[in-house]
């Protein structure tokens, strides 16, 4: 189901626990490293392997907020939107993103690029403003220093 | 100033590295914990230290060690609550990734003083580079025998997994983070019985935050009367803090408990940008009550000063207000927070979060209705020792602190009287 080398990682991480279904956050994350989002397929087979019901999976992957069971983009640019982030000015540069792509808070680029999100805190306050990029973090952000983080990203 | 958790910061990413960490006098204090200390004296140490929960609580540590049954039939399990996501801190961010190791050894002298074999280290999924760090750095510690089937020769089995969380508040709450290690909904366990006694996969199981756990190494090494010395009398030893917002050097710092909050705020963060004046501090994390400038001034770092104010020292993230800050601004972005993380489980938190933002929706758009601060106030008050879990506390406490302090910046978001007589006429 997964690539052999992601079924090993996940053997490899089923034996952390005394239960299989303590895996379930961990091989949800490996789901969505293989098909970019957690696909109904990836919720059917984890069940399976996990000795969980579909709907017990589900409802793990609709609580957490870091799964998507929708396609999005290949960058995931999330604003933190709280407090600290606030004070330093975390509004602009979501306004900055999403003018300079076209794309509104929780909207994807056409081209499949990029999602545009905000998010509560990454706990980088005292670097705030802060922009996470899949798991990549650009602390003390500023209009400029996104314009050159998405021109990088646009390269790719 | 003594440092306690800190000492290896100015190397940066070095002390990731366990021969670094090992040049610089890291796992003595386990190799001392096996030569000097049974379990129980461990826990006797660490109870006179004084040390109190980092995490938030503030729960005095070595009472909630001394709470484990010696006897379980099952196994016990000592899981470290490194799911930092307390708006305004990031301190267990800069322990993990500048001294991976400090943390280890400081858990793995507590799963010795409890008896516990396996153990985890619950990671916000956000802090995914960081949960590498920390998986590399137990890596070493395996190779070099500090963790394993034996360690150091003790016969003592002790191993150590990270486990990611995956974006919930709610799962920095020890019964959620639990479920959530379960690999269930971060919803909160009905206490008692206290984690303790049954926990983790029904076993008795201490949950720790990093800083909390970081700080047993030293103890052991200097004694936890040295610990205690270090701060003040009920509030031991040192605490990291992290200041955002309105200052010029923003950053984790760590001073003595009972360090005076503007000496922070003036000398380690260079005061405030501009030369504008201070209005307000949130001083442990946003779910605190606020205090106002004066009300800084006359304050210290500790657990017991914080409450001379009505406040509390939390998670001891600081975070600073100008006088250009609208604290309605401020209490509403907070307000959205506690909403968005409501687990949903009870009606208080989960009712009462969405109310709370409605009412300040309105009052956004200058609409407040008269009476609207009262219905804060007073939806607030219908959440708080209410709800299932403290989440419904923390969404409470900053609004009605901010109403109580800063009453001006919601009076004006009520349409006035005369206002709506115009628009009526209109």
């Not at chain 1, 059917?44 to 929708?70: C, G, H, P, Q, W």
């Not at chain 2, 709610?170 to 479920?179: H, M, N, S, V, Y």
């Not at chain 2, 005076?260 to 009550?289: F, H, T, W, Y």
Request: glycine letters at 10%; proline letters at 5%; one cysteine or more.
């Amino acid at each position: 189901m997964f690539s052999e080398a992601n079924e090993k990682k996940l053997d490899e991480i089923m034996t952390h626990y005394p239960v299989k279904r303590s895996a379930i956050l961990p091989a949800l994350y490996i789901a969505q490293d293989e098909h970019g989002y957690v696909t109904d397929d990836d919720i059917r087979y984890l069940a399976k392997r996990l000795d969980m019901r579909i709907n017990e999976v589900e409802e793990v992957v609709t609580f957490y907020t870091m799964y998507s069971r929708k396609p999005i983009g290949k960058y995931k640019l999330q604003v933190c939107r709280t407090l600290s982030c606030m004070l330093m000015g975390a509004e602009q540069i979501t306004e900055h993103i999403s003018h300079r792509l076209g794309c509104g808070i929780g909207e994807t680029t056409p081209d499949g690029k990029f999602t545009l999100q905000e998010v509560e805190c990454l706990g980088y306050c005292d670097l705030a403003p802060v922009l996470q990029v899949n798991f990549d973090y650009h602390e003390k952000v500023t209009s400029e220093s996104v314009d050159k983080v998405i021109d990088g990203l646009q390269q790719k | 100033m003594t440092k306690v958790l800190t000492n290896r910061f100015d190397l940066k990413g070095g002390a990731c590295d366990i021969d670094v960490y090992l040049k610089t006098g890291g796992y003595q204090a386990l190799a001392r914990t096996f030569k000097d200390f049974t379990p129980d004296q461990v826990i006797e140490e660490v109870k006179k230290s004084a040390l109190r929960g980092r995490g938030g609580a503030g729960f005095p540590t070595g009472m909630k060690w001394g709470f484990v049954p010696k006897e379980s039939k099952r196994p016990k399990y000592v899981v470290c609550n490194a799911d930092e996501s307390e708006p305004g801190t990031g301190k267990d961010r800069d322990l993990m990734r500048y001294d991976p190791h400090l943390l280890i050894e400081g858990m793995i002298i507590a799963a010795y003083a409890l008896g516990a074999r396996d153990n985890y280290i619950y990671i916000r999924g956000e802090y995914w580079y960081i949960k590498e760090i920390l998986e590399k750095a137990i890596a070493q510690a395996y190779e070099r025998g500090y963790l394993g089937k034996n360690v150091l020769g003790s016969g003592f089995e002790c191993n150590l997994y990270v486990h990611p969380g995956a974006g919930a508040y709610i799962c920095g709450e020890e019964t959620a983070l639990l479920e959530s290690l379960e690999g269930k909904r971060g919803h909160p366990r009905l206490k008692p019985p206290f984690p303790a006694v049954v926990g983790l996969y029904g076993g008795p199981t201490i949950v720790n935050n990093v800083e909390t756990l970081a700080a047993v190494p030293w103890i052991i090494q200097n004694g936890g009367e040295a610990y205690k010395a270090l701060g003040t009398e009920k509030s031991g030893g040192t605490k990291l803090f992290t200041v955002s917002g309105h200052v010029n050097r923003p950053g984790n710092y760590e001073v003595a408990m009972g360090y005076p909050l503007m000496s922070m705020v003036n000398n380690e963060c260079g005061g405030i940008p501009g030369g504008r004046k201070l209005k307000a501090i949130i001083p442990g994390g946003s779910s605190v009550p606020i205090i106002t400038a004066e009300e800084a001034e006359k304050v210290n770092l500790d657990y017991e000063s914080m409450g001379t104010v009505g406040s509390m020292l939390g998670s001891g993230g600081v975070i600073v207000m100008d006088e250009t800050v609208d604290i309605f601004e401020t209490t509403m972005n907070v307000t959205h927070f506690y909403k968005h993380e409501s687990c949903g489980w009870c009606t208080p938190c989960r009712e009462g979060t969405r109310w709370l933002f409605k009412v300040f929706e309105r009052m956004h758009r200058y609409e407040g209705r008269p009476g609207d601060v009262e219905l804060l106030y007073d939806l607030a008050d219908k959440i708080l020792g209410k709800s299932f879990c403290p989440l419904g506390d923390a969404a409470a406490m900053p609004v009605q602190s901010a109403i109580q302090k800063f009453r001006d910046d919601f009076d004006r978001r009520i349409k006035s009287t005369l206002v709506q007589i115009n628009t009526a006429a209109d």
